[in-house]
């Protein structure tokens, strides 16, 4: 005889013996233990799938904030570049009017 429970066939055999109970026991728990077996196996291959979905967003959000520190990395270099350049003008300017220009510069921060 075969049982459908929940969609998951389970053959079921008739015994005429004093140990039909513990057969018909047994038979249920391996019944049991199947479903509960895929039950596990798609709640697995859910729980995969959901974490590659994390996982390939995780790159996307790696990908975008390693380009913005890039991008950022290159304006703070542009900018210290600038500064640097507007110190030593600073300076160039004191040497031309023949000033000290050790107490402006300090205050400014030194050139590099």
């Known amino acids: 005889m075969v049982v459908s429970v929940n969609g998951t066939s389970c053959t079921r055999v008739v015994v005429c013996s004093h140990d039909f109970f513990q057969v018909?026991?047994?038979q249920e728990q391996v019944c049991e233990l199947h479903k509960s077996s895929e039950a596990q196996r798609e709640l697995n291959n859910l729980r995969a799938l959901q974490q590659q979905e994390t996982l390939v967003h995780l790159s996307n959000?790696?990908?975008e904030k390693r380009s913005s520190a890039d991008s950022v990395e290159k304006k703070l270099q542009e900018?210290?570049?600038t500064l640097d350049n507007l110190l030593l003008g600073i300076d160039h300017v004191f040497h031309m009017v023949r000033c000290d220009s050790a107490p402006i510069l300090s205050m400014l921060g030194e050139c590099k």
């Open 24 to 26: 018909e026991m047994l």
């Open 61 to 63: 959000s790696l990908t």
């Open 79 to 81: 900018y210290s570049t």
